[in-house]
């Protein structure tokens, strides 16, 4: 089996609202992201080209998340968000990074060709703070 792996990194606001403590506040974080693939097919000596890695994941994940302020969809922040005039990415659940990692594995499953598969994502919210995915 062979995997390849590229690195996205994405600049994101968020606030974890149930949350005791200082992340309940709006903070932001420098994201770097991991999306590793494998398989054993190699088209031209590939498994997947990493620029059409780089195109799906930016399409599907960065593009939303990048510069954007991400928020569990609940009725008070609603209210208090949305009328704001920015970006907002609304989430589920409470946009922590394991949130965000099965939120990205939704999106990038289907988009992948079929002679690939996710083999995980990693997502580092801060230098020491990161959280996996598997398939
Ligand atoms: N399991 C999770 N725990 C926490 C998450 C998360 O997404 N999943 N997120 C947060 C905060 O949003 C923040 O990202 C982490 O803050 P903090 O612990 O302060 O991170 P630091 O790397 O800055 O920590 P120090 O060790 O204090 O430097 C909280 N928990
Ligand atoms: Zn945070």
Known sequence: ML????????ESA???SDYEGACSNLHGHSYVLHVTVSGEELEKDMLL???DLKKIVQEEIIEKLDHALALKNT???KRDF????QKIFWMEHEPTAER???WM???LVPKLPS????ESLTLYETATCYACWKG
């Open 3 to 10: 995997s390849i792996t590229k690195i996205f990194s994405f």
């Open 14 to 16: 968020h606030s974890i």
């Open 49 to 51: 080209d990493f620029k």
């Open 75 to 77: 009725g008070s922040q």
């Open 82 to 85: 949305q009328q704001i005039g």
């Open 100 to 102: 965000m990692l099965l």
């Open 105 to 107: 594995k939704d999106r």
């Open 115 to 118: 002679h690939v598969k996710l």
